[in-house]
């Protein structure tokens, strides 16, 4: 069996390797999402990755419900944050950057809004060498 093949997006700063799974990467300029699967030229599921203080920007700026809305466009799609769940929760006043109540409920609006999204019909982007 062939190892399955992750495109990494160009503008990833500190890519996961996957070097121990069946699966092999290449660094791509992807149309949405920081990791993709493709089936042929078509990506067919995509992962944004966030760290904590990230999406905490992305959800205040905005950012987030544009890149959830060109998620929205994939059969399979996800948001992966990475940092300890209990860390989210904490105060405003924490040191390190956490959730407030504000940004949960701005996380849910953006996730309502893309379900909703027009764009959901246009179809899955098509792969194109932006390296």
Do not use: N
Request: overall charge neutral; charged content about 25%.
């Amino acid at each position: 069996m062939e190892d399955l093949q992750i495109l990494v997006d160009s503008h990833e700063r500190y890519p996961w390797r996957f070097t121990h799974q069946q699966a092999v990467t290449k660094r791509w300029g992807l149309p949405c999402g920081d990791y993709a699967v493709t089936d042929g030229e078509q990506v067919v599921a995509a992962v944004e990755r966030k760290s904590l203080a990230d999406l905490s920007s992305s959800l205040t700026s905005g950012k987030l419900t544009y890149a959830v809305a060109e998620l929205s466009d994939l059969p399979r799609a996800a948001v992966v944050v990475e940092d300890r769940y209990h860390r989210s929760s904490r105060s405003s006043t924490c040191a390190r950057p956490c959730l407030t109540s504000a940004h949960q409920d701005m996380a849910g609006t953006t996730s309502v809004w893309a379900k909703s999204s027009p764009t959901k019909s246009r179809g899955s982007p098509v792969v194109t060498d932006r390296a």
